[in-house]
């Protein structure tokens, strides 16, 4: 005898779902360096997991960096076009470096290879799909509900003694 789901327990159902496949990561296959190809591995695999909270900061600071470019998100001539693309490129494959690859090392050298090869092997559609993916896996969602949890439990405001 089998029973019906509800329509919340089909919503439960699926969160952890998404939660169990968020949490064993994303395999994303990018094009071997030329070493590497030459040797017959096409492809290099990596593993794209939630960031940790180190990660995240170091993403968020790097996408305030890049938030100015926003105001002109429709370039009207090809000059500002150039000019988005120009101020935009590198931190947005920072980003997704980061979450590629998270341990950051002195001055992100890692992070910074990582990205300069993301910028000449992927074309700008790859580089937005895994974009899109860093920012479902972000999990900033979850740090602003922390944030209003601490907010409504106001364990800042003083207390008054009877």
């Not at 150039?82 to 980003?95: E, G, K, N």
Request: with cysteine; hydrophobic share 40%; net charge positive.
């Amino acid at each position: 005898m089998e029973k019906e789901l509800t329509g919340k327990q089909q919503l439960e159902t699926e969160i952890r779902t998404v939660d169990t496949l968020l949490d064993r990561g994303i395999r994303i296959q990018l094009p071997a360096p030329r070493l590497l190809r030459w040797l017959g591995k096409p492809t290099i695999g990596f593993t794209v997991k939630r960031p940790s909270s180190a990660t995240l900061f170091e993403i968020s600071a790097l996408y305030l960096k890049m938030k100015g470019c926003t105001d002109k998100l429709d370039p009207t001539t090809l000059d500002e076009s150039h000019q988005l693309i120009y101020d935009c490129m590198v931190p947005a494959s920072r980003i997704v470096a980061y979450a590629i690859q998270p341990t950051t090392t002195p001055l992100g050298i890692r992070n910074r290879l990582l990205a300069r090869y993301l910028r000449q092997q992927l074309n700008t559609h790859h580089l937005t799909e895994l974009w899109v993916m860093v920012c479902s896996l972000s999990g900033a969602h979850d740090f602003s509900n922390i944030i209003r949890s601490m907010s409504g439990m106001r364990i800042t405001m003083p207390r008054t003694m009877n």
